[in-house]
């Protein structure tokens, strides 16, 4: 079978992977860079935490976390253990988040509710922000009351998994083409015949024509385009996803390496507020540099025709002045200036669930609504999708993450 993948993010490039060791015939084919678009706009965490997730939802990650164990324990990636703190502002989100440690560690993940008080264990006063926080819509915690804590969770850097997952693919004899577009999908008779494809050099535009029985929507936030040249409606939406990497003054961050080491044992995990922003310990890109940390949004929230054109990069003026004060939930972080700033976009379903699996037209078959877990589901996202290139997608697969469920 004669199989072109689009977009060579996380999702195309672990596909790429998977499918590449069987008889298939596997053209991947990335109009940019791999990696570069929301992969790289990502903040690189493959979790283990999630707040109620259903037993399903638990077996997803883990298959997908599985897979991670390998890849990192065999290439030569770096991914760094710093977990995860979920943290309520009110109550009732406290009792949710105990909830879902109870279930994540009834499937082997080793997640702990913390009290109020227990949470200056990883430098959070309880308390929430100090008097002078002023976030710009008023809305400040002012008590923090409990957290979810998982120990496993990884940051890496997403470009240079999606980058690993390239090379495995091409060894595996994947044609991988970069810098090439796919302009249009081809049918004939309700079914795939090919794609169109376009490539830019200086001054010409070459296009010409991929011959294919399978096409593979792994376009990230472009999905929902090319879902409307082969006539396939989905219930796909976008979030804008805000980051900024902020650096804190070199003397703060060796005072607060002291404080840790004597009263703070845990350095801060990946911590995510009730109220959505979060901030994460490391680089941008995922490195391990103690005087930066990344603050971003996590709105994975759906809501019907919030199709964006997908254009505007500059970041809110809001979340660009309170980022310093959520950055200053990792101790010695109350100085922090922001040295970087991007715009990426979720791609969202109604369940929050990424949708897998062949559509109405034949041979057509996507991998996109990843709802801000596209990294940590990338690998099991490529076994769904082998499993629906055989057409051996099961029915629970079907029902939970099947295009036709909606
Ligand atoms: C701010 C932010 C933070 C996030 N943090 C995390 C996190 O910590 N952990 C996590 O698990 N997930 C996270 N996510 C979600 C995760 O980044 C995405 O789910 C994941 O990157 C999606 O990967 P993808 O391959 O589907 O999309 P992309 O990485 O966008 O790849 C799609 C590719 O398709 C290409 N393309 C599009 N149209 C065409 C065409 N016509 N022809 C050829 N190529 C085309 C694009 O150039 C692009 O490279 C975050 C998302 C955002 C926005």
Redesign the pocket.
């Known amino acids: 079978m004669k199989i072109v993948i689009?977009?060579?993010?996380?999702?195309?490039t672990a596909t790429a992977a998977r499918l590449g060791p069987t008889d298939h015939e596997v053209t991947l084919?990335?109009?940019?860079e791999i990696?570069?678009?929301?992969?790289a706009?990502?903040?690189?965490?493959?979790?283990r935490a999630a707040v109620e997730p259903t037993p399903f939802d638990v077996g997803l990650r883990n298959r997908a976390w599985e897979a991670y164990q390998r890849l990192f324990e065999e290439s030569d990636l770096e991914a760094e253990r710093i977990g995860t703190l979920y943290l309520a502002e009110t109550p009732a989100y406290a009792e949710r988040l105990e909830r879902s440690a109870a279930t994540l560690a009834e499937h082997g993940v080793d997640a702990a509710f913390r009290t109020s008080d227990e949470l200056t264990e990883y430098g959070i006063d309880p308390t929430g922000f100090d008097g002078s926080t002023d976030f710009d819509d008023g809305q400040v915690p002012d008590e923090f009351a409990g957290g979810l804590h998982t120990t496993a969770d990884l940051r890496c850097n997403?470009a240079a998994v999606a980058s690993w997952f390239a090379a495995c693919a091409r060894d595996a004899g994947v044609d991988v083409r970069t810098g090439?577009?796919?302009t249009d999908i081809r049918t004939r008779d309700g079914s795939v015949s090919g794609v169109d494809i376009s490539t830019d050099t200086n001054t010409v535009t070459n296009t010409t024509h991929l011959d294919a029985d399978t096409v593979i929507n792994?376009?990230?936030?472009?999905a929902p385009q090319?879902n409307n040249t082969v006539g396939v409606s989905l219930p796909l939406a976008h979030t804008v996803?805000p980051?900024a990497e902020l650096e804190c003054p070199s003397s703060a961050s060796q005072d607060a390496d002291t404080t840790r080491s004597n009263s703070n044992p845990k350095a801060t995990p990946f911590t995510i507020l009730e109220s959505k922003r979060y901030v994460r310990p490391g680089a941008a890109d995922g490195s391990p540099a103690p005087r930066r940390a990344v603050v971003?949004e996590f709105n994975t929230g759906y809501a019907e025709e919030s199709v964006l054109e997908l254009d505007e990069r500059d970041l809110p003026d809001s979340f660009r002045s309170d980022a310093p004060d959520v950055a200053s939930l990792v101790s010695g972080f109350d100085d922090a200036t922001i040295t970087e700033e991007w715009v990426?976009?979720?791609t969202v379903t109604p369940d929050g669930r990424p949708i897998v699996g062949e559509t109405k037209v034949s041979g057509f078959v996507v991998a996109?609504g990843?709802t801000?877990?596209?990294?940590?589901?990338a690998p099991a996202v490529a076994d769904l999708v082998a499993d629906a290139v055989a057409g051996e997608l099961d029915r629970e697969h079907l029902e939970r993450v099947g295009p036709e469920r909606f």
């Open positions: 689009v977009g060579g993010g996380s999702i195309g084919v990335e109009r940019g990696g570069t678009e929301t992969t706009a990502s903040a690189g965490m493959v979790m997403p090439v577009e796919v792994a376009a990230g936030p472009w090319l996803g980051m971003g990426g976009y979720r996109c990843l801000g877990l596209g990294i940590t589901l």
